[in-house]
């Protein structure tokens, strides 16, 4: 199956948009000057539209065509992209690039979409990946067994350039969330986020 068929999938049974944008996104955000941003793998567009609401120039990507489309919907000036990220990258450089549990279990190499988001940084621009670091009690995988590549893990596979690029936090915080149904669980997320040098 390709990406673009099953996100689509998932996607379709979607019944609603939008929502609440991730509290990682937020708090790396909200002290920064508004500029250019890139939101890899936007699902129901929450990160794309907080983006927006304050004053950021938001360019908004997913393989699935109708996330696109809803995003694109949106009242708000985003721009909207399908890309399957495995094949093509949006065009332009940007401040700040979000990566937000850009995780699938189809085969991606994801570290080298994140390679090309490092590259495509303006200089002191920042590019922030935040992954699951644990189960859920509502996540699909529930094998105890799997590994959550660490934050430092994610950035040796980016292998970039450290005098170019440093990693600014590494860190692994919980926090409680809340999952369908309202049912909520303390969950821990991986992050990462690395800097372009300043030009
Ligand atoms: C786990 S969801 C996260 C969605 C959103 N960022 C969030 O935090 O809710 C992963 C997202 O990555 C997208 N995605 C998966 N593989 C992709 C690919 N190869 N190219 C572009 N987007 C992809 C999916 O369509 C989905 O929206």
Redesign the pocket.
């Known amino acids: 199956m390709t ?1 673009e068929l099953f ?1 689509e999938k ?2 379709r049974a979607r019944q609603s948009w939008g929502g609440p944008a ?1 509290p990682l996104l937020v708090e790396v955000a909200t002290p920064l000057k508004p500029g250019a941003a890139l ?6 567009g ?2 794309a539209i907080w983006l927006a609401r304050h004053g950021w120039q938001v360019t908004a ?4 065509p109708t ?1 696109v489309e809803q995003v694109r919907a949106h009242s708000l000036p985003i721009t909207a992209e399908q ?4 094949v093509s990258f949006p065009a332009g450089a940007f401040d700040l690039i979000s990566a ?5 279990p ?1 085969p ?1 190499d994801r570290a080298q979409v994140l390679r090309t988001a490092a590259h495509a940084l303006r200089p002191g621009g920042l590019l922030l990946v935040v992954d699951h670091g644990s189960i859920a009690p509502w996540s699909w995988n529930q094998d105890p067994g799997t590994h959550f590549p660490t934050p430092a893990e994610v950035a040796a596979g980016m292998a970039l350039d450290p005098r170019q690029w440093s990693v600014v936090r590494a860190d692994r915080p919980q926090r409680r969330a809340t999952g369908p149904g309202g049912r909520t669980a303390t969950v821990t997320d991986n992050v990462l986020l690395i800097q372009r040098a300043p030009a």
């Open positions: 990406a996100w998932h996607y991730n939101d890899l793998g936007c699902g129901a929450g990160d990507v997913d393989v699935s996330a890309h399957d990220l495995a937000q549990y850009f995780q699938t189809l991606l």
